[in-house]
């Protein structure tokens, strides 16, 4: 069964930096392309960052640019996201998702992933 589980998240101080990880299984993701979503309450899911293997190109919102960085752990099958200098505004629940098509990702298109994991949750506040 393809899946892949998120964790990481938890409550930071503005400024603080926290590190996600999503777990694929049942899958490799040297294959395909693996994005990372957030939706914050009252608002709609959007793009963070994705990496696609097809073309091994990152692509980051202008919201964490700078700020963001996804890496892919082949051998650990696990994308990770590393988040710095985070602000209130990233609260959120952050999801990891997979694209088993050969193509680059998309940060705004969300229904060309095939599924998503349940989601953690990050909290930026004093």
């Known amino acids: 069964q393809k899946q892949v589980v998120e964790s990481g998240g938890g409550l930071v101080q503005p400024g603080g930096s926290l590190r996600l990880a999503c777990v694929a299984s049942g899958f490799t993701l040297d294959y395909y392309a693996i994005g990372w979503f957030r939706q914050a309450p009252g608002k709609e899911r959007e793009g963070v960052s994705c990496f696609s293997s097809v073309d091994g190109t990152t692509k980051y919102s202008d919201s964490v640019k700078g700020r963001f960085s996804i890496s892919v752990d082949n051998a650990e099958n696990t994308v990770s996201l590393q988040m710095n200098d985070l602000e209130p505004d990233d609260t959120a629940v952050y999801y990891c998702?997979?694209?088993?098509?050969?193509?680059?990702?998309?940060?705004?298109?969300?229904?060309?992933?095939?599924?998503w994991g349940h989601g953690t949750q990050v909290t930026v506040s004093s």
């Open positions: 998702a997979a694209d088993l098509t050969l193509r680059a990702c998309s940060l705004t298109d969300l229904t060309v992933w095939d599924f």
